[in-house]
């Protein structure tokens, strides 16, 4: 039978994560995911530790610290300007262009029935991927009618939304667009920037992006949204976590509105306010 990380790490002697040059032990551990937790919701198992240790060490380094315990000292200091960096070295941000391709094709034929401007928010911006991807399909579907529409791309951490806002991305990623598509939305680099390209001004300026901890009291956008994409971001929360955020999600979905999950996620038996409709698509049910 395979023995625990913490089996593992408690028999070599350390109580935590072994032949490492910093030293974290269980109780770090421990620290680290109750702290992330109650600040992002974000619940970390056990198998984590490795991951957790690879990602602040850097933080640790900066400080020319060689103990967890002393970085957790100083983050939990009163008015500790740390909290920002250690979550963003905590939150994972693994995106592509039209990522689940299929939810883009639903959204186009949904846009296309709405009388006003649609109003969209993507919870988990990322880099910015999945709002540009959301931009195309808005000015494919739409036409120049698409400027009017109202996008919000909100994220936890500040490193990543910064990335989106520049809208840079290596060539060879945003391929996957298309060569249609890489034509009419991207602007090639030359020179020093050979091998990256840029999204258009008129996508570059469709979204806007802003920094957001969906475990806030209060969040600074307000509905109604018609659709609301959620992806890949309710699988590190815990079960009571998801349905409390699914309960807010949908009050700031229009009636009929639309709710993205993602591919591994799946909340029927979580909210009675939506309703799936297909495949992690659900629709806001009549207030």
Not at 96 to 101: D, G, K, L, N, V
Not at 131 to 155: C, F, H, K, N, R
Not at 167 to 178: N, Q, T
Request: hydrophobic share 40%; glycine share 6%; proline share 2%.
């Amino acid at each position: 039978m395979l023995k625990s990380a913490v089996a593992q790490a408690a028999e070599a002697g350390t109580g935590g994560v072994a032949n490492r040059d910093l030293q974290m032990t269980d109780q770090d551990f421990q620290t680290i995911c109750a702290l992330i937790h109650r600040h992002a919701g974000i619940a970390l198992a056990p198998h984590k530790k490795e991951m957790v240790y690879s990602r602040l060490a850097r933080r640790l380094r900066h400080y020319g610290m060689t103990r967890f315990k002393d970085y957790l000292a100083l983050l939990q200091r009163p008015n500790s300007d740390e909290w920002e960096a250690f979550t963003n070295a905590l939150t994972t941000n693994l995106t592509s262009f039209f990522r689940e391709a299929q939810h883009f094709d639903v959204m186009a034929e949904y846009v296309k029935t709405l009388k006003h401007a649609p109003r969209i928010w993507s919870c988990a911006a990322s880099t910015g991927e999945e709002l540009y991807s959301i931009g195309m399909t808005l000015y494919e579907t739409l036409g120049p009618a698409a400027a009017q529409a109202t996008v919000i791309g909100t994220d936890i951490d500040t490193q990543v939304l910064s990335k989106a806002r520049q809208g840079v991305y290596p060539l060879e990623g945003a391929r996957s667009v298309g060569e249609a598509r890489l034509r009419r939305f991207f602007l090639r680099g030359k020179g020093d920037k050979a091998g990256l390209v840029r999204v258009s001004r008129e996508l570059n300026e469709l979204i806007e992006f802003k920094r957001l901890n969906l475990l806030d009291a209060q969040w600074s956008m307000k509905g109604p949204f018609d659709i609301i994409f959620c992806r890949n971001i309710m699988i590190y929360f815990d079960h009571e976590t998801q349905t409390q955020l699914l309960d807010r999600i949908a009050d700031l979905l229009a009636p009929g509105g639309l709710f993205f999950a993602g591919h591994s996620e799946n909340f029927s038996a979580q909210t009675r306010k939506m309703k799936l409709i297909r495949n992690t698509v659900y629709r806001r049910l009549d207030k």
